[in-house]
């Protein structure tokens, strides 16, 4: 009698633990913007890591010397904290108008990067 009220018990706990641990999830705002690799967060991402991609093949071709990659890697790291920074200020992701700016930074480091190749 004992273990049949156990294992009871157990059922039962088991059960409201799995209807608490829905509950909360459901709790939790749905918005898009709450989402893990949000659109903006995941293009401001995609961008820096082309951004990289451009320098590096920059260096192995010889457009670009040294202090030109490490000025424009720096340039990058600057965004990526910029980036941070504003995800951690709204739970995880980018307000539209944080993401235009960091757009339009990346805009003017991507034209940078481009004169800099082309000149090479």
Do not use: C
Not at 7 to 36: D, H, K, Y
Not at 42 to 66: C, F
């Amino acid at each position: 009698m004992q273990t049949k009220m156990t294992t009871r018990f157990s059922l039962i706990a088991f059960s409201m633990a799995a209807v608490l641990a829905s509950a909360g999830a459901m709790a939790q705002s749905t918005s898009p913007e709450n989402i893990p690799g949000h659109p903006r967060v995941s293009e401001v991402n995609q961008r820096l890591e082309n951004q990289q991609d451009r320098i590096q093949a920059g260096v192995a071709d010889g457009q670009l010397n040294a202090k030109q990659a490490t000025r424009d890697e720096k340039q990058d790291a600057n965004i990526a904290a910029r980036e941070s920074r504003d995800e951690a200020q709204h739970g995880g992701h980018l307000t539209k108008q944080e993401q235009k700016n960091l757009n339009k930074s990346l805009n003017q480091d991507s034209k940078r990067i481009h004169k800099q190749r082309a000149a090479g």
